[in-house]
Every structure is written in C-alpha cells, then in structure tokens.
C-alpha cells in the first residue's frame, strides 16, 4: 500500500522518498543482530558453526580446550584440531558429537607422507586471531597454517572450503623443511570426547571417496550409537590415498579397522587420508555427508543434497532459510541498543538449532512419524523453548511432539533427555508431560495422536519403569501411597538415583496437574480429579515452621544470618518425619555445586530449597497463602533474587523472575527481568550466564524481552512490557498477527511499570493472557510509567490457580 502510494508521486521529493523507504528496508538485516559466537566461552558451551534450523549437521572447527569444546568450538586461544559435521549446543554433559573430523594440510615436509600431522595431538593448530566469521549457516577461521577454512550445511550435509595460501611451496613449516604444495586431507575415526569403541573406514582410490562408521558414546546418557559418514573432495586433482595409525601413514591397505584391543583405551586413533596435486584455484572443496542408518545413506545424503559442491549455493539457501524462520517476529527498535538487540535476535537464533530433525535417520524403529532427537533436556527446554517455539515455529513444533510420542510408542517412555539416539538421563520430573499439555492447550494438533499422547502422560504417572535413571519417574509406589518421595523412600520396583526427592516431589506434583489438565480438556474427570490431587503433594514436604540462616559473605564475611523466613521444603521420611537440609544449601551462597546428579547429591536438583519451595505453578494462591500472603511472599520472592541465593544461570530460575504477577505485583516482574537482562545476557563471548542448553538460556531473553512469559503446561501467559516500542509475531498456523505495543515507551527502561492495558481498543486489566491472543492476532497496547500501578493487582486481575479456578 505504501509502494503504490510513492508510485503515484512524481518529483524529487517522492524518488528521495523512496531512496530512503528502500535504505531503510535494506539497513535492518536481522543478520547484523545475530551473533552466533555469544557464549562460547565462560560455559555457555554454545555451537557457533553452520547449521539448518533444527538441522543434523552442524559443521565447526573443533577446539582441544576440554572446559569448552561441548560444543565444538571456542572463542578462546585454544588449539584446532578438526572439522566435523554433527554437533549438540549448549550442554553440561561431557562434549558431544563431533564425529569423523576432518583436517586439512598444505603438504607433508620433504613430501614424505610420514612428515604429516596425524594425530589430535600433533595436528592441532592455533587460529589466526581476528579471522574466525560466524554467521548462521556460515562459519569461517584462518589457521596457522595459511589454510583459511569455510563452512556450511545442509540438512544431512556439511560442505567445507579449503583455501589454501597461493605460495604455499614456499612456507616453512614448523621449522621442518619447506612444504611441497601437494594438500593432504585426513579423517579421524573418532568423536570430540574420543568415545569410539569400534571403527572402520576406507578410501576408494579411484574417486578419492573417504567412508567410514563408527560406534560412539551419547555424552549424557547410556547405551550407544553407530554413525557412517561419506567423503568426497572436488577443486584439485588425485594424488594418493591411504590409512594412518598413530602417527604413521601409508599408501596402503585402503582399509582400517579400530577396535578396542583391551589395553589401550581409547583405542589407537586412526583413519584414513587423500592426497592431491596442487589446486588450480587453490581450493578444495569436502562434501561429508552423515547418516545413522548406513555409509550408503550417508553418500545419498551428500549426493542428493549438495550434488554439485557449489559452496556459495549451499550457504545462500542456508541463509535463506534462516531469514524465513526469523522473519516471524517483527520488532520496531527505535532507540534500543544494539547490544540489546543482539541479545534478541541471537537468543531466538539460538532457540532453533536444537532440537534437531533425524527423520528418515533413525535406525531403531520403522516409523512414518517424524523423528526428532537432541532433546537435551528438557528438564531444561520445557519451561521457555518448546513454548516460544509453539509460537514462533508451531509447524515444527507439532513435529516434535509426533516425534515425542512416537518414541513413547517404540521406547515404552517419553524420553525426558535424548541424545544421538540414546537415552538421556533424567534430571527432575517426567516434563515431557509437560511439553504435551502446554502443546495440547495451543492448538498444536496437526496429525497429532492425542490418544497415544495422553497414554503415554499417564504411564509417566502410573507405571515405574525398570531404570527410571533414564525415563519416566521413580518412587512412584510412595507416591501413591505417601504423597511424596521419602528421602530414604523403599523402592525395590526400579533403580535410579535416590536423591532430589524435595525437587523430584515438587515436579511430579507439577506433571501430575498437566496430567489433570488434559484429561480435564478430553472430558476424563476421573483422571482429572485423580491427578489434581496429586497435583497437591507438594504440600506434603513443605515444613512450616523451619528456619533459614544465610550466608551473608558480601556484608559480614563468612558469617551466617537468620534470613527472618519460616516455612521451607524440607527432606521428610518414610515414616513421616522431617529430616533436614539447609534450606540455601546449592544456592550459590552455599555449597552451588553440591546438588549435581551424582550418587551424593542432595535432596534439591541444582538448586536450593529457598528456590524449590517455589516451584508450584499449578497453585500459586495456596503457595502464597502458605508462606503468608501476597505481602511476605512478594518479600520472600524479592529477597531470593536480591540476596544472591538464586543463579539465573539454570532453568528453574526462569518461574521466579516472574511470579510476583500472583501476588497481583506485576511491576516486580517486569523490575527483576530487568535485573537480569541485560547483566546477566549480554552480547559479548562469555554473555550466557550458564550452560546455553541447546538454547534454553536464549529462549528466556526472547521471551522476557517480548513481554509475555509463557507459564509451561498451561495457557497463560504473564504480561510484562516488551523491550522494544512494539513486538509482533505473526502465527504460522492461523496466518494472524499478534502485536504487543508499548505507550511512553523509553530505552532507558524507566518506564517499565504498566499503568493500563487494552486488547484490541478494550480495557484489559488482567496481568495475564491466553494463547488465543497469538492465534487470533490482535494488539495489546500497555501504556507505561515510572512507577507501579493499580493496573493488574486485583484478585480478578490475577493468573488462574488450581485451588481458586480449578
Ligand atoms: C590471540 O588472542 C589471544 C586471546 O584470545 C591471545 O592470548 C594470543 O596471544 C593472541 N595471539 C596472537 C598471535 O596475537
Ligand atoms: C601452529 O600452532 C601449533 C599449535 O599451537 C604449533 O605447534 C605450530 O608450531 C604452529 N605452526 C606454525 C606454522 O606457526
Ligand atoms: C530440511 O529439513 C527441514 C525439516 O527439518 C525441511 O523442512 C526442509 O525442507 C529440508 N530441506 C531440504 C533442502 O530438504
Ligand atoms: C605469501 O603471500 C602473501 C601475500 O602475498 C605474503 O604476505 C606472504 O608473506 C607470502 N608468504 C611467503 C612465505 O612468502
Ligand atoms: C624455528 O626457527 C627460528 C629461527 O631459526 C627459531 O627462532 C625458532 O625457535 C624455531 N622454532 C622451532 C619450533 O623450532
Ligand atoms: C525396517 O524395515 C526395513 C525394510 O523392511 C528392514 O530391513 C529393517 O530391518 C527394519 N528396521 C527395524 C528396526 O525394524
Ligand atoms: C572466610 O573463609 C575463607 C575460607 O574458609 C577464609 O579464607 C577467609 O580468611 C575467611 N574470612 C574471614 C574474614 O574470616
Ligand atoms: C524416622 O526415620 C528417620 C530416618 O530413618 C529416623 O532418623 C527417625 O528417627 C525416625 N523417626 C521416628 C519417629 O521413628
Ligand atoms: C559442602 O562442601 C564441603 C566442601 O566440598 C563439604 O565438605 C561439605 O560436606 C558440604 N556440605 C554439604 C551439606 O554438602
Ligand atoms: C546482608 O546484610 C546486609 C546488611 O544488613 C543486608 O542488606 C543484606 O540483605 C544481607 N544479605 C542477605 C543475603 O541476607
Ligand atoms: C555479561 O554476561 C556474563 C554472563 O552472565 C557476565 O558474567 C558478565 O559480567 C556480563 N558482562 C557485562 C559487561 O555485563
Ligand atoms: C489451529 O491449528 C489448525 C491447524 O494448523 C489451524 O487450521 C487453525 O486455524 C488453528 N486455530 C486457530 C484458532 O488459529
């Protein structure tokens, strides 16, 4: 409309006019905003390489820094040791993935192939500072070696440029000798945390064709998993081809096995390597396709995705698809940093490169349902991805779910971690129970098998699996019975971890009420009632007259003093007795890394009881009335966050920031958000404040900055003022768009208290709002002030609980 309204202009006004429209059309390139390489170190553990949304390969350059190359690469002054094509983002587990690297070489002094680097060791190389480019899809780094590396992918496919200096006969390398240009590329048989039990790989001498498999360890879980990947090279023509152990090569055989031989663990590295006249343009180009299936699936991949090695093809399409996916939300910036900005849109750039999309590649069972895997976890996604994908993404969304419930079907469990294939391990709850109703009460239903969906919550609840370490939940006989998950609970029906029955309890209880809602919506009222009241076991390890004495480090050095709160969860028994553990213990003020999964680990999963006692989702109006009503729990909320007791750092701190809206104090919401974005999430290297978890950290400043929180499991969302003048997404499904406007908008967040709302031109005085405002699109407009207001504080005005609303 605005087009045709400048066409119809004549004269030079009009023309500058439009100059200036299309300026500002090209100057916003939400590119400019996405900064893949946040977090890749302090910990973040974030994958910066190229990847599809969602996509199975993920090809970087992989470091030898073992505090940080979970994801492959990092920002650090570490060494290169390969390139490989599948990696998991953001993880604490051990590093994973980075199967079959690559490593290029210019030549092998004297041209004696024994003078190449084989192993991790003596090939890694330093980067050239200032040379690495991420962008999504893209990745690039210079090594020391002249060599400057690219890459990019497709969905099974990574594709990388080797550029290779145009005097390289002439470099002297490491004092040796001078090189001959003749390049030399090898593949490892292994993986980053050298997990490889068994191997085989061989080149064909003809085409230079490099194939192999291998059967590799997933980096959080148990079990295992083969992978195959196939290489082929264009840019320079055949030289020779062989196999190397150790660090000894030769021409032939043209085939290599590695097995465990009992002694060296792990075993001796190997792989195989192909050796090219120098190229005329001096670059050679590697095609590496993967496949769980086969060598020769892997090859299909490759062939069928990239059949003509045309590099800067690969790479628009990758951007392409990129853009599309991001084109969603819209967001009208004037006057917000750039700082703030990247922290945006790198942050929902984050959100999409987990989970990823192994449909057609999953080995263990014959499905026509799509198959998703690298849920990992979603003790940790299900409380921000899979809802800000619900809205940003709903189509992939829906896939994931079909994928959830199709490993129910095949697996006996909905995982609650998974990775490469394998079983993860369980870190709280069964959340997938979660996922299913949060998606359940948005629309999510494309072909969904909600029968199946809702067998497969209830068997979470019912039936104990035999390692409930992995899949559903432990305990669970007590749970019927007790009401809770004693501390030193009898439970000979299945093994796993006897510890976290504070946090296990509280989570069961929250997947109960998920449980209830759905059999509410599919008219089980049976069920409905049965888990409803479950849903209030909570209660039942919460100990109202125990005390909290704090550290106070930063005021009284190594002194403790009484935090003046009463009422806790606490450890309770069997027999129905409390026992005790200090309610800040695992908080970062106290013992932080005690609480991990490990045999002694503590009654609360990463995190303290002060935090814990929180988490009830399902029922905030009793919990508040517990701990005293809407006052003393507005001041205990506000002193968790003030006092240093929570790390923002891992998920279950999401919830806190912004449950004051139930104790009708919305603007406290909207000031602790602020409190943490943007010191805690920033744009710079280390600007995670903990493990990214394949983006979990990144969907939370996504979604605190557009304002509507998403409580997971049901359809509330709590309303908080954007970070920007507007935000709008545009739903996949219905094709609406929903508009979130501010009114005295400042960047300088001092208007960060609503003092009126309205949907579409109406009054709303609700400090919360239902999923029906994205899919039927529409605009929210909060006019904004520099203090709290009347607005959104009424007992009508406040979010739904279990026991006032039902
Ligand atoms: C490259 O940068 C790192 C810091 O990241 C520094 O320690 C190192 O000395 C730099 N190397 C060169 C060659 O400048
Ligand atoms: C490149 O870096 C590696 C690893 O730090 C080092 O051993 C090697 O000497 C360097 N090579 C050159 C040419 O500087
Ligand atoms: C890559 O996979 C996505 C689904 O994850 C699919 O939508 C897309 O079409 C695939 N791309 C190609 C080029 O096949
Ligand atoms: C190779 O060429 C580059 C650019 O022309 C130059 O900077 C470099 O010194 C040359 N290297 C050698 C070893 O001659
Ligand atoms: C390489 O040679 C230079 C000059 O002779 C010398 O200073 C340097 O120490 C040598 N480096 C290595 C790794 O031997
Ligand atoms: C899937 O079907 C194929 C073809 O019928 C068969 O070869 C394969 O064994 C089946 N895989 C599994 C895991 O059942
Ligand atoms: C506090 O405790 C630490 C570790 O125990 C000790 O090093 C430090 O000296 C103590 N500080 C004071 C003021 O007592
Ligand atoms: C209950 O069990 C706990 C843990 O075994 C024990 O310490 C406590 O003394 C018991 N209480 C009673 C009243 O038996
Ligand atoms: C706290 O950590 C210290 C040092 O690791 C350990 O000795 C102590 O047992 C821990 N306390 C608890 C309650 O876990
Ligand atoms: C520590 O003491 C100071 C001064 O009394 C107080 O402001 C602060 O809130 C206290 N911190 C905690 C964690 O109680
Ligand atoms: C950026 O975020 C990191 C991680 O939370 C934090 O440690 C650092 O202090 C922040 N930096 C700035 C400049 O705010
Ligand atoms: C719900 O999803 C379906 C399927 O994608 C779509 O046809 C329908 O319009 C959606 N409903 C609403 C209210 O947007």
Redesign the pocket.
Known sequence: MRQSGFRSIVGLVALSAVVEASNEKRAFDVFNFVDPLIGTINGGHVFPGAT????MAKAVADVNNPDEKQGGFAADNSDITGFSHMHDSGTGGSPSLGNFPIFPQTGCAGDIINNCFFTKDERASRRINGTVVAKPGYFAVSLNTSIHTEMTV??HTALYRFNFPSNSSTISYQNRTTLPYSPLILVDLTDLPDSITNGVVQVDQTTGRLTGSGTFNPSFGIGNYNLSFCADFSGAPLRDTGVWINNRAGSQPKMLKRVADGVNSPPLPAGAWIQFHPPPNNQILARVGVSFISTEKACQNAEA?IPDFGFDKVQS?AQDTWREKLSVIEVDATGVSEELQTVFWSGTYRSMISPQ?Y?GENPLWNSTEPYYDSYYCIWDSFRSIHPLLTLLDPQ?QTLMVRSLIDIYRHEGKLPDCRMSLCKGFTQGGSNADVVLADSYLKNITTEVDWKTGYEAVVSDAEDEPENWAVEGRGGLTSWKTLGYIPTDDYDPYGVGPFTRSISRTVEYAYNDFCIAEMAQALGNMADAEKYMARSNNWMNMYKADQTSLVSNTTDFPNSTVDSGFVGFLQPRYLNGTFGFQDPSLCSPLYNFTSCYLNPDGHETYEGSSWMYTFFVPQDMATLITTLGGPEEFTRRLSYLHASGLLYIGDEQAFLPVFQFHYAGRPGLSAYFSHFYIPSQFNDTLSGIAGNDDSGAMGSFTTLSMMGLWPVPGQDVYLITPPYFPSVSVTNKQSGKTAMIKNVNFDAGYDNIYIQGATLNGDSYAKNWITHSFWLDGGVLELTLGKNESAWGTREEDLPPSSSTSG
């Open positions: 599809l949304p969602f996509g497709t969905n995705e399409a999309d449909t992939s």
